[in-house]
Nanobody, 122 residues
Framework: QVQLVESGGGLVQAGGSLRLSCAASGRAFSNYAMGWFRQTPGKAREFVAHVSQSGRNTYYGDSVKGRFTISRDNTKTTVYLQMNTLKPEDTAIYYC???????????????WGQGTQVTVSS
């Protein structure tokens, strides 16, 4: 079992930055690839970013490429999402996720965090 706890969400003006953190506890953190997803009311959960077990490989959704950066620190069992040049359309609940097998689809997620709200005002 892995527990994931997100933090760092909040209210920010368009063009601003936030850094989300996801602290993991439980079974070996480095065994899992980690990702961030987001969701707004009435819409499906959307892939945002993914980082491999080692941290060497990263992947991003098209809407955040060039603005968001995912990273992880296996010694601290924490994954981060640095969000720059935020836009009102980035407003959502952001969820941390642990995946297996390198997959990035919702069906590959084995553990979810509880989510943290990010609101970007125009």
């Amino acid at each position: 079992q892995v527990q994931l706890v997100e933090s760092g969400g909040g209210l920010v003006q368009a063009g601003g930055s936030l850094r989300l953190s996801c602290a993991a506890s439980g079974r070996a953190f480095s065994n899992y690839a980690m990702g961030w997803f987001r969701q707004t009311p009435g819409k499906a959960r959307e892939f945002v970013a993914h980082v491999s077990q080692s941290g060497r490989n990263t992947y991003y959704g098209d809407s955040v490429k060039g603005r968001f950066t995912i990273s992880r620190d296996n010694t601290k069992t924490t994954v981060y999402l640095q969000m720059n040049t935020l836009k009102p359309e980035d407003t959502a609940i952001y969820y941390c996720a642990a995946t297996t097998g390198g997959g990035m689809a919702l069906s590959d997620v084995v553990y979810w965090g509880q989510g943290t709200q990010v609101t970007v005002s125009s």
